[in-house]
């Protein structure tokens, strides 16, 4: 009872979201997307022609490459257009909570789907395509000296 | 007469709910300039005419005699809202870009491009951007 007489009001106060408040550091839900440049159609592939293709025919049906390396497989001097496209659709749970004064811990639940794939074009010296890839970029320059350093450090997400 | 305290409830949670939205564009290099690239001529045009009329490369990759520059134009637009334990956003990146192939005698022999860095676009989450495709 209060001073004017009423009956205190009983029921979900204010204070049921304060928990999530206090807590607001130390958990979190993220949904993130992520789009980095254009998917190279398949069809678009189907027109390159391995042992016939040259350079300008192909930078005419695909434009500009994202990385440009050389290559000398066996021996013989060539060179690599590297496409690629990155798309991810990442869900995240995170718990983090304070171990000792100079540590933390982290624990995350996390759903990655994204990756960067590409395409990537083999030519020889005299600017003849030789052949084709396409998948994970990671995977198919992954004999190609050179394309460690340039393989985009952003896509690694933690 | 006294509103319900649920609704004054409702009322703080809301501010603080949607206390964060964020909208951010983000740039790397210059716009390249389309008609100047149209000026190239394979052929005739030498890396010095080039870096003339479209400055520094952002790259110049040696091909054992030959040279291959590239110039790009980057684009990241990102939209998002920041609640109070949830955080929602979306990211997009395109770019437009230019290789031009040298001979040993630094004169062009091919060049590619490509145009996208306007077609970066702003959405939230569940909002599917135009072209950008499912990964395979």
């Avoid at chain 2, 479209?54 to 809202?81: C, F, I, N």
Wanted: proline letters at 6%.
């Amino acid at each position: 009872m209060n001073a004017l007489g009423r009956q205190p009001r009983r029921g979900p106060g204010p204070a049921w979201w304060l928990p999530l408040l206090l807590l607001s550091g130390c958990v979190g839900f993220h949904w993130e997307r992520d789009t980095r440049f254009e998917r190279v159609p398949q069809e678009l592939c189907d027109r390159l022609h391995p042992g016939s293709s040259q350079l300008d025919e192909c930078l005419a049906i695909l434009g500009a490459p994202l990385w440009v390396w050389e290559t000398a497989e066996s021996g013989a001097p060539g060179a690599v257009l590297a496409y690629g496209w990155f798309r991810a659709d990442d869900r995240l749970f995170r718990v983090s909570f304070p171990l000792t004064q100079h540590a933390k811990g982290n624990f995350d639940y996390k759903l990655v789907d994204g990756s960067l794939h590409g395409l990537v074009l083999f030519f020889d010296e005299q600017w003849t395509l030789q052949r084709w890839r396409r998948g994970r970029l990671e995977d198919i320059t992954a004999d190609i000296e050179g394309a460690g350093r340039l393989r985009p450090a952003n896509t690694d997400k933690t | 007469m006294r509103r319900p305290s649920r609704f004054r409830a409702a009322a703080w949670l809301l501010p603080l709910l949607l206390a964060g939205c964020l909208v951010s564009r983000d740039t790397k290099n210059a716009p390249l300039d389309q008609q100047l690239v149209g000026r190239l001529e394979p052929g005739t045009t030498t890396a010095r005419d080039v870096v003339e009329m479209l400055g520094a490369p952002t790259e110049v990759v040696q091909l054992g005699h030959r040279s291959a520059y590239r110039y790009d134009y980057t684009t990241t637009k990102e939209m998002g809202m920041l609640a109070v334990v949830v955080i929602f956003t979306n990211k997009d990146t395109r770019s437009d870009r230019l290789w031009v192939f040298f001979d040993e005698n630094e004169v062009m022999t091919h060049f590619g491009k490509t145009f996208a860095a306007g077609d970066t676009r702003y959405a939230m989450p569940w909002e599917d951007i135009p072209g950008a495709e499912e990964t395979e």
